[in-house]
Every structure is written in structure tokens, then in C-alpha cells.
């Protein structure tokens, strides 16, 4: 019979498809990372639509929007470039007739990686010049085209940037000139055979001249700009820019910022040529200024591994540019290495994030409260039918700056751990500490320096808490996207009309009313993004003409519309906003809000200056999963290409690796508070994969990444399976011990273990390692269903060769381990323990009543304990013989064994040694209980009848002794004489009685006479057992 659809439908809403699983790592790899918002995706063609005549302007942003792609891919061609020459085969002697072939090979080999070197060579001389020219074109006093925008400014400093980038790399990579010095000398070799060499040598020449160039790329570009025009305007424009930036916080993401800061201190360079200039620079910002922008930030990240340092470069440049060398201010600041050691220690406070950890924690506490309150807000808005305006605008407007806060929060946050990695490498440790197994090599790599032995405990603890507030905060942002996307868009559509309708509104109506150029700008700043439809107060535009307006103030309201300005929009607002303020002269001094003379009231130059950085802002803001994306990327704390190149190795080993020492740190400082974070750090092997395929496009460093995440993770499993054995085995242990024990120790504290939460971990069935999903609860299941059946492995075999008294000690760590067993089982679907256990004994099979433990007891009774253990009477306990074994027993050694095999912690393990220690000398009730609660009832019975066997294969071996004894006494006795006493008497029986040819054999029958009477009291003990436990 059909199910009709409607009620398969309610039965599928019933499904939830939601589990168990907490979120413990951070995104995954994202389908898509375009920013659709941030880059046009049209190239904004759209722009001349609005008839502002900023052709020229939207043509040379695509130019250098072109071109910052190209330099990107170049630099991480340069960044990942390794040397070939180390590849290369070496000839032996007996092969020299082979020289040209393989100097031909070498050649071919070493063309295709010069031939990239030529085309960074070639695009950078392009860049140059088309940045030089671009400056030029908007920098000509008559202002013959409208621009640059502030689009325009932040394409040229990141083209400024991609070239200042290239050119540090260039500087940094010594396998480079290597590579072309055997380049070069092959050439030598080959090319002797070839016509019309010339032109070849030329190029050669002139690569050789651009390799070993320092500050090569900055030199061309400083000729290129000073070629025909002085470039002087626009070069101090984009240093107040910049400046005004940096002192404002104008960049939203920390990638701006460092850019900013990279470029900021080559402007200034380029910028004073002559003294003329640096005269008229230093007006419009004071030297102050920039001197403690470059103290505050004295080490710049510029790569994972490469930093940058204002002060460096400058004292660097000032012998390229002869008149830069005269700014004596600007070059006495301290590089990293020469800071004094007071500064030092303000510096080490600003950048290192464990001084900064109880600010974060309360800034991370407080904001998941309140974005979590702003989602639920958002939850009743969309359940809740016809809200009123006024409160769904104010949810989703607190919706939109809890986002911006959020944003800002992991820029902070994230450009810390740029920075602090930046300042580790800048300060390498100098005495790397010594352990004993490096006593015989005490050299580290550069890299250790800097990573493995430059970061403390507390350090490591700082950065892991800091990266886990990051990936946790991004993934609760990214969960909800879709819920939020609406109301981020309509709070944006709200707050651009409510400025060009409302606030442009009154600045037409009082301050621009007899302005008609400023007016007319007004006027097309409305146009341009002004949406009418969605206002409910006036109905047609031409109603709200300058001249129809009166002087009162009238709030308009508007439909809440989900439509967000385009980039071409907010490059078009932002151009009139700066055209309005300024009146597009690039001299204007003040900066862009200054208010100098320019007849806007203060009221309305803040409102035009609130707008505008809210405009930069929108964009990141529609652009939101490529946003988070962005800020939670931490993959550049795996990545040591520069560290490799100048330690000349292939790879370093998994211990100078900064993601997997946060994981160790993990598992040896067993933070209660850490354990549940102990996957965070794999994230960072997910982003560093992401950005070797994606950004730098190269599958080799990729394929080193993985192999790295394989070995680490099958580390991390089992390090974690052996935190959670030893943990729940110290449990049991602690459980188990004699409380009369605890509480006669003086420090019996010792004995209980701190509490671990593992709850989180065991439910972890999806862990996404490089794209692939991994059943961790899976694999920490199976290691732990091993772990146990090595550790009853290993505490047979000890029993094995130890004596039968070890049974106690064999009895306690079994019953400790089978506590274990049942504690892990609550969380993990563990094999049986009675089934472990009897496969480890070898005795599986139903018809079998023999075991290990078994066998080992018998031939302990055969072989040492019935020849050599004495019965006290009094004490009901056996112990061993002092004149010596009668048959000695051939015991080996035991390993050690690892410490959680025993008891968990060493207090514990020493605790039960302790007690073991107390039944080691004698045999008695308490080892026959062992031994009846491990044989059970399936293996006793097989020891009772071997021992009965025993004792009647002794028997029947005593009859022939027996009757030769016999043999030996004298026919008869008669009464012996009384004269001498009791020693007279016992003097004549001992003549008369004398079996000195039968010695040995009533030796032995008197040890076999021992032997069954041992035999027959160990069965009574063994009755005195089985009716106390068996009434």
C-alpha cells in the first residue's frame, strides 16, 4: 500500500539529521573564497553609467587590480622557489667522457626555472613602469581626469606592496644567485657548440645585474617615477593616507594594516628625493607621526617566515637614495636587534599574546554572549509574524554591528599571531636548552631558534587558547550566515539611505544651500544611490527638489530591502564624499577631514567621515564567508621556506613544527581546560593545505603538508589513547586502593586523580583532515581494544617469569585493568573483557580448561614452589627454605613495560608495589584467593587433578626408596643396656642404624615425604578458600 506524500513528508520533518558531535575544529575548507563585494566582479564597468567621468581612473584600477594578481603569483613562485642545483648528479671519475651530455642536462633542467626568474624580471619592469605612469597621470597639477579615488590608493600601495614583497624575496633567497652561478657556468659550456649567442648573453647579463641587485625592483621603480614628472603629489597623499589609516584603525582586516605598515616606510623614501620636498612632506605630516608609527611597529610580517622592519629598511635604502641619508631622525631608529633592553621589555609585552590573554578571554566570553543573544533575537524575529519596524530594524541593526565587532575581534586577534610570530623570528633564543639525549649534538637548525625553542609553556598554552577562540568564533559566525546575510543586507540598504536621504537632505537644505557645486555633488551622490522605491514618506524625487524644500526637518521611513550597494556604488560614494570634502586638491593640508577653511560645518565633515569608512566597511561585511575565511586562516604558522633554504635540508623534523609542538604541548601539560582543544591545532594543516593549492599553487608543498598531517595524527591517536588509558587506569587504581591506606598517609592526596573530561573526544566521528573525514572515536576504539590485550600481554608474561607469590600482584593490576575496561566502556564499544582476556590466555576453545595462568601456577608448584617452599604451622603460611633450592628454577628477565601498564600514575604504581611488596615472601590465604578468583571454576579443577596426579606419581616413586631403606636395618634389636642413658641409648641406636651407603636416598624420601605433605596443605588452604567464598 502507497504512503501518500503528505504524511511522508511530516515523517521526513520529524528526521533530524543533526548528532552528537561538538564543534571542536574550526571551518572547513570553504567551496568558494571569491569576494564578490570587495572586487567588482564586472570590473566596474558599471561606473560610467553614473556619468562622473572616472573613465580613466576605473581603467587603471583593473590595470593594477591585473597586474597586484600577477605580482601575487610571482612572489609565491619566488616565496616556494627551492634550489635545483642540490638535485643535481655528480659524475664519477669513471663517466668523465659523459661531461658535455650532462652539462647539456643541467643546462635544460636549469633554463626552465631561469626562464620563471626572466618573466619576474620582465613583469616587474612592466609594473614599474605602469605604476610610475599611473602616478604620474594623476598627479599633473592641471587635473586633467577626475581621481584617484580611494579604490585608486589602495590598488597602487598593494601593487607598491606585491613589488616590495618581490623585492625583499629577491634579497632573501640565496639559492638563487646559487642556482644561476651553475646556470651560467653551463651556458659556458653548451653554448660554445651554438651560433648567435649574443642576444643570449645580453639577457644573461642583464639577469645576473637584477639578481645581485639589492633593492633592484625599488631602484627601477624610483627611476620610472622620476623619469618625466615628479611624482611628489600623489607619493604624499598616499603617505597621508596611509598615516590617517593607521592612526584612525581605518582597516577593518589586519591585511590592510601590515600592508599599510609595509609600504609606509618605502613611500617615505620615494617620497623625499630632494629637500624641497621632504620639506613639504614634513608639513602636511609631522615627522612625529611617522616616528611612532615605525616605533610602535618596529617588526612587520611580510611572509609566514619573513618579516620586515621600518627601521632596516630605511637604514637599508638611505645608500640607494643619497637624499634620503640627510632624514638623521628617521635614521636612528633602533632595528629589532639593536632595541635596548628596557624598550625590550615593553616591546615583549606588546607582542607577545600571554600578556594579552585576560583581555581576550573577557572580549571572546563577552561577545559569544551577546552574538548568541543577537541570533536568538533573530530566531523570534523570523517565527514571529508582522513585527513592528521599529524593533525588527533595531534586531538587525544590533545584528549588523555585532557582526562588525566580530569581524574587528578576529582581525585584532589574528594580526597578533602574525605579529608575534613576526617578533620570534626577528628574536631567535639564543641558548636552546640541552636535554640529555642531545648531549653529544649540541647544533640546532636556525629554525629551532625561532620556533621550537623560542616559544615557553605558557606561550604555547597562549597561542593554543588564542587560535581555539579564533576557529570557534569564525565557526559560529559562518553557522550562521544564511540567517544573518538578510538582515546584514538590509541594515546596509537602511544605512545608506538614511544618510543620502535623510542626512544629504538637510546638508541641501542649510550648509550647501548657495553651494551649487558642492550641491550639485549632493546631488549625484543621491542619484547614484538613492533607492526611492523603498521610501514610504515621499513617493517621487522631482517632489524633493532644492527649492520645494522647507527648513524643517522631516525623518523619512523605509521598506526594508534586502539590496546592498554594489563596489561600483561605494567606489562612487567614497570618490564624491572625497571630492566634496576636499574638492579634489591633492595638496590640501589637514589630511581628507581636516577642517581648513572649507566652509563645512564640524556636524557634517564627522557625519561625511563616518560614511565614509562605513562604506569600506560594507564591503567586507556583504563579502562575509570570504571575510571569515580570511581572518580565521592561520596556515602560515606551517610554513618555513626561508628557514629551509638557509638550514640547507629537504625537511625539518615533526618537533620543529609549530602546529604539532601545539599538539604535543597538549598532551604533556594534560590541561584539563586544553584536552578538548587538542584538534584545533590540526586546523592549521587545513588551512596551510588550502593556501599551498590555492594561493601559491604548489602541489609539492601540499604533498609535504600531508605527509606531515599523517604522521602527526597517527601520533596524536596514539598519544591519546594512551592519555586516555592512563587516566581511567589511575581511576580504577585510586578506586580500588585500600581507603585505610589513603588515610594513613600523610600525603594521600596524592592518590586521587584530578579530574579529565574526555566526552567531547569520544564523540567525534567526523574529523575533516585535508578534505578527508576521519572516525576518531573509531580509531581510538580499535587502539584501545590493542592497548588493553597488550597490557594483559604484558602482565602475563611478568607473571610468567616471576613465582608463584606474584599471583596477589598479578590478581590486583587484573582486577585494576578490568575497572579500567568498565570505566571506558560507558564511552566507547570496547571488545568484551572476559573475551580479551581469554584470548591472551589462549583459551578460547570450549574444550579447553588450560590457560596461561594455569600452565605458569603448575610449573611453578612442579619446578619451585613444592621443592622449595617450608610449611608454618603456626602461621598457615609457606615460606621459602633457607639450606638452599633443591631444584633451581631458570627465571628470564622482563622488560620494564610502559608505566600505564602498571597503575596509571607512579604514586599509584609505587602504592601497590608497596602492597604487592607485603605477599612477595611467603605463600598463604591471600594468594590462594588470587588464585581461585583467576582460574575460576573453568581452570581449578585441571590444577586439583595435576596435583593429585603429583602426589601419587610421588608415591609410587617412594616404594622402591622405601623398601631399600628397608633393606638397610638390621634383623632385629635387642633392649639396650640402661647403664648409659638416654645418650648412651641414642649413641648405640645411631651405630645400629646406620644408612650412611643409603644417604641420598632418604634425603630424598624425606623431600618427597615434604613435597606431599605441602601438597596435600595447599589443597586443605584451597578448601578453606572455596567454603568461605562457596558456603
Not at 304 to 317: G, N
Not at 750 to 779: C, E, H, N, Q, W
Request: charged residues 25%; glycine residues 4%.
Amino acid at each position: 500500500m502507497a504512503i501518500p506524500v503528505e504524511e511522508a513528508i511530516a515523517a521526513l520533518s520529524t528526521f533530524s539529521l543533526e548528532d552528537e558531535q561538538p564543534d571542536v575544529q574550526g571551518l572547513a575548507v570553504l567551496l568558494s573564497s571569491e569576494r564578490y563585494a570587495t572586487n567588482s566582479p564586472i570590473e566596474y564597468s558599471d561606473v560610467a553609467a553614473y556619468r562622473l567621468s572616472l573613465g580613466e581612473d576605473t581603467k587603471a584600477i583593473n590595470q593594477l587590480n591585473t597586474l597586484i594578481q600577477e605580482g601575487k603569483e610571482m612572489a609565491s613562485l619566488l616565496y616556494t622557489y627551492r634550489s635545483c642545483v642540490k638535485a643535481l648528479p655528480q659524475l664519477p671519475d669513471s663517466m668523465k667522457h659523459s661531461q658535455a651530455d650532462l652539462y647539456l642536462e643541467t643546462y635544460q633542467v636549469l633554463d626552465l626555472e631561469m626562464s620563471r626568474l626572466r618573466e619576474i624580471q620582465r613583469w616587474q619592469a612592466s609594473a614599474a613602469s605602469k605604476l610610475a605612469a599611473d602616478m604620474q597621470r594623476f598627479s599633473r597639477p592641471e587635473r586633467l581626469v577626475n581621481g584617484p579615488t580611494i579604490t585608486h590608493f589602495w590598488s597602487m600601495l598593494k601593487l607598491l606592496d606585491v613589488l616590495l614583497q618581490l623585492d625583499h624575496l629577491k634579497n632573501a633567497k640565496a639559492s638563487i644567485p646559487n642556482d644561476f652561478s651553475w646556470y651560467k657556468r653551463t651556458f659556458t659550456q653548451v653554448s660554445t657548440q651554438w651560433q648567435d649567442t649574443d642576444t643570449m648573453r645580453e639577457e644573461l647579463d642583464d639577469l645576473q645585474i637584477f639578481l645581485s641587485t639589492r633593492w633592484a625592483i625599488l631602484l627601477n621603480l624610483h627611476a620610472e617615477m622620476f623619469r618625466t614628472n615628479t611624482v611628489e603629489d600623489i607619493l604624499q597623499v598616499l603617505i597621508v593616507f596611509c598615516v590617517e589609516s593607521l592612526e584612525l584603525d581605518f582597516a577593518l582586516l589586519f591585511p590592510e594594516r601590515h600592508t599599510l605598515l609595509r609600504v609606509l616606510p618605502v613611500l617615505v623614501v620615494l617620497a623625499t628625493s630632494s629637500e624641497k620636498e621632504s620639506e613639504s612632506l614634513y608639513k602636511r605630516v609631522k615627522i612625529n607621526r611617522l616616528l611612532n608609527i615605525f616605533k610602535n611597529d618596529p617588526v612587520i610580517p611580510a611572509f609566514p617566515d619573513l618579516h620586515l622592519s621600518p627601521a632596516a629598511i630605511l637604514k637599508e635604502l638611505s645608500s640607494y637614495f643619497q637624499n634620503f641619508s640627510s632624514q638623521t631622525r628617521l635614521l636612528t631608529l633602533a632595528a629589532p636587534h639593536e632595541i635596548p633592553p628596557r624598550e625590550l621589555q615593553d616591546y615583549q609585552r606588546h607582542y607577545l599574546i600571554l600578556n594579552h590573554m585576560g583581555t581576550i578571554r573577557a572580549e571572546h566570553d563577552d561577545f559569544s554572549i551577546r552574538f548568541a543573544s543577537a541570533m536568538n533575537q533573530m530566531i523570534i524575529l523570523k517565527s514571529s509574524d508582522g513585527a513592528d519596524n521599529d524593533w525588527s530594524r533595531d534586531i538587525k541593526g544590533n545584528m549588523y554591528d555585532t557582526v562588525v565587532e566580530g569581524f574587528q575581534l578576529l582581525s585584532r586577534w589574528t594580526g597578533r599571531i602574525w605579529e608575534q610570530c613576526a617578533w620570534k623570528f626577528s628574536r631567535p633564543c639564543k641558548e636552546p636548552p640541552i636535554s640529555d639525549s642531545q648531549q653529544d649534538s649540541t647544533t640546532f637548525f636556525d629554525y629551532e631558534k625561532v620556533v621550537r625553542w623560542n616559544y615557553t609553556a605558557e606561550e604555547r598554552r597562549a597561542l593554543l587558547e588564542l587560535i581555539g577562540y579564533i576557529k570557534s568564533i569564525g565557526l559560529m559566525m559562518q553557522h550562521c550566515d544564511t540567517l544573518v546575510s538578510e538582515a546584514l543586507w538590509e541594515t546596509i540598504h537602511m544605512e545608506v539611505q538614511d544618510f543620502v536621504q535623510d542626512k544629504l537632505d538637510k546638508m541641501l537644505r542649510t550648509t550647501f544651500r548657495k553651494k551649487k557645486d558642492l550641491s550639485r555633488i549632493l546631488s549625484d551622490m543621491r542619484t547614484l544611490s538613492a533607492d526611492w522605491m523603498a521610501n514610504t514618506s515621499k513617493a517621487d524625487p522631482e517632489q524633493h527638489s532644492l527649492h520645494q524644500e522647507t527648513e524643517e526637518t522631516r525623518q523619512n521611513t523605509f521598506y526594508p530591502r534586502p539590496v546592498a550597494p554594489t563596489a561600483a556604488q561605494i567606489h562612487c560614494l567614497q570618490f564624491l564624499i572625497c571630492e566634496l570634502v576636499s574638492g579634489g586638491n591633492l595638496r590640501k593640508p589637514g589630511g581628507l577631514f581636516g577642517n581648513n577653511g572649507s566652509g563645512i560645518p564640524v556636524e557634517d565633515i564627522k557625519q561625511l567621515e563616518t560614511f565614509f569608512y562605513k562604506l569600506s566597511f560594507f564591503l567586507h561585511i556583504l563579502d562575509y564567508t570570504a571575510t571569515i575565511g580570511t581572518l580565521t586562516d592561520l596556515g602560515f604558522l606551517w610554513f618555513r621556506e626561508f628557514y629551509l633554504e638557509s638550514s640547507r635540508v629537504i625537511q625539518f623534523p615533526i618537533e620543529c613544527s609549530l602546529p604539532w609542538m601545539l599538539v604535543d604541548h597538549v598532551i604533556e601539560s594534560q590541561d584539563a581546560g586544553l584536552l578538548e582543544s587538542i584538534l584545533i591545532p590540526l586546523d592549521l594543516y587545513n588551512d596551510s593545505a588550502q593556501h599551498a593549492l590555492t594561493c601559491l599553487k604548489q602541489r609539492f608543498l601540499y604533498d609535504e603538508i600531508e605527509a606531515e598531517v599523517d604522521l602527526s595524527f597517527d601520533l596524536l591517536v596514539q598519544k591519546l589513547n594512551e592519555i586516555i588509558f592512563t587516566y581511567y587506569k589511575s581511576c580504577a587504581a585510586s578506586t580500588l586502593l585500600d581507603s585505610s591506606f589513603t588515610y594513613a598517609c600523610d600525603d594521600g592526596e596524592k592518590y586521587f586523580v584530578k579530574p579529565l573530561r574526555f566526552d567531547a573526544i569520544f564523540k567525534l566521528r567526523r574529523v575533516m583532515i585535508l578534505g578527508r573525514t576521519v572516525d576518531l572515536r573509531s580509531l581510538i576504539t580499535q587502539r584501545m581494544n590493542k592497548l588493553f590485550r597488550e597490557n594483559i600481554d604484558f602482565l602475563l608474561e611478568r607473571f610468567e617469569n616471576g613465582d608463584l607469590c606474584a599471583v596477589v600482584e598479578l590478581q590486583q593490576l587484573l582486577d585494576i585493568l578490568e575497572l579500567t575496561h568498565q570505566l571506558i566502556s560507558r564511552f566507547l564499544e570496547l571488545d568484551s573483557y572476559s573475551l580479551m582476556l581469554s584470548e591472551m590466555q589462549e583459551n578460547l576453545s570450549l574444550v579447553s580448561y588450560s590457560s596461561r595462568i594455569s600452565s605458569q601456577m603448575w610449573n611453578e608448584m612442579q619446578s619451585d614452589f613444592l621443592p622449595n617452599f617450608i610449611l608454618c604451622n603456626t602461621t598457615q603460611r609457606f615460606v621459602r627454605s633457607l639450606k638452599g633450592a633443591h631444584h633451581n628454577s631458570q627465571r628470564s628477565s622482563v622488560s620494564a613495560g610502559k608505566p600505564y601498564f602498571y597503575c596509571g600514575s607512579h604514586d599509584l604504581t609505587m602504592a601497590y608495589q608497596g602492597l604487592a611488596g607485603l605477599y612477595r615472601d611467603f605463600f598463604g590465604i591471600p594468594h590462594m584467593f588470587a588464585i581461585v578468583k583467576l582460574l575460576g571454576s573453568r581452570s581449578l579443577p585441571g590444577i586439583i587433578r595435576a596435583l593429585l596426579d603429583h602426589i601419587s606419581s610421588k608415591i609410587t616413586a617412594m616404594v622402591p626408596k622405601i623398601t631399600a631403606l628397608q633393606e638397610a636395618l638390621p634383623k632385629s634389636i635387642g633392649l639396650l643396656s640402661f647403664d648409659g642413658g638416654i645418650a648412651g641409648c641414642q649413641k648405640i641406636i645411631h651405630e645400629i642404624l646406620t644408612w650412611e651407603a643409603k644417604s641420598e636416598v632418604k634425603i630424598e624420601v624425606l623431600h618427597d615425604l615434604k613435597e606431599i605433605g605441602s601438597a596435600l596443605y595447599w589443597m586443605s588452604l584451597l578448601d578453606i578458600v572455596l567454603v568461605s567464598i562457596f558456603p
